[in-house]
């Protein structure tokens, strides 16, 4: 659904077309709660701040390699025309190449969850529902013992516990201050990636920016390249060396100084002139990587307490109700 949503998106003949396909591209991806929940199922307190790393690392080449490969292919009739001429279908929707590459890169996605990960969730093992395809159309022989020892091993441990509702896991209280802490984080640093974005492209004489949209990429490639780098080297140790909670608590004061001195900027260019100077990029890629570590840092540290405040079998539901508050957040 994401994927043909994504599609469909770079088609819209209207921005009110575009508006009610981003709202339904919104409605129907719920992949980033289900790689929460997976990564906490296969990682234990030895791995989990590694695994959930891999998040922010995929985020980061995302960051970085999105704005590339839009750049590159959105009106593709006006900058490959001996491939798209003037009249064909993308000449028409200009934005509708990069939206195509999207949704092939979620059906390679789709194929990949469908043939080859495997079940992780003990209930749904013990309940016969593991890897259907994987199971029945590629290693069927091999899955079926294997899948009868699991069922008996864990069928009693799950069938005793009684299960709980939603709104009882909510009212615990871990659950709903890691709902609360999630949903905040979302709010707080989408205002600067917004802002930034609107303000950036500003006249300086509006207290703007003045910035291109390739200035803009080169900004928020920087962010990319810099969370890379931290989750990949440096997130895993600091999460070890502090816990938990105080790793969140230092990328919000981390974040700080990049709400402070990011508004300040404008002046800068007012004072000089509007002339976007060396000083004024260095203060931009300063804040840019604070915002970035520190936001990143405050983030993955929210999605293992987030998927930490249950037991396993109630992860999936505890993670998918983060992701929608997240949104709200958002």
Known sequence: MTAFSFLSFGFSTSYTM???LRLINGSVNGIVGV????LSEITDSTNQAKGFAFLGVMRGLGMIVGPIVGGFLCLPAEKYPQIFPKGS????FPYALPCVVGWGIAMIGTLVGFFVL???NQAAIASN?????YTWFINRQEAAPLLQDQVDDSTTEIDAEPRLSIWQLVCMPRVYYSFILYTLTSFIYIQYDELFALWSRLPVSEGGLNFSSSDQGAAFAIGGFMLFFYQIFLFAPIEKALG???????GLLLSLPAFIILPLISKYGMLHEGRVEYLMWTLVGVCNILRTVGGVQAFTSTFIMVSNSVTSNYRGQING???SLGSIGR
């Open 89 to 92: 279908l993308f000449d028409m």
């Open 129 to 133: 529902k593991r890897a259907f395809f």
């Open 35 to 38: 790689c929460k929940t997976y």
């Open 18 to 20: 575009a508006i009610v």
């Open 244 to 250: 938990c909670l105080k790793t969140f608590q230092t």
């Open 118 to 120: 495997e079940e992780t």
């Open 321 to 323: 109700s983060a992701q």
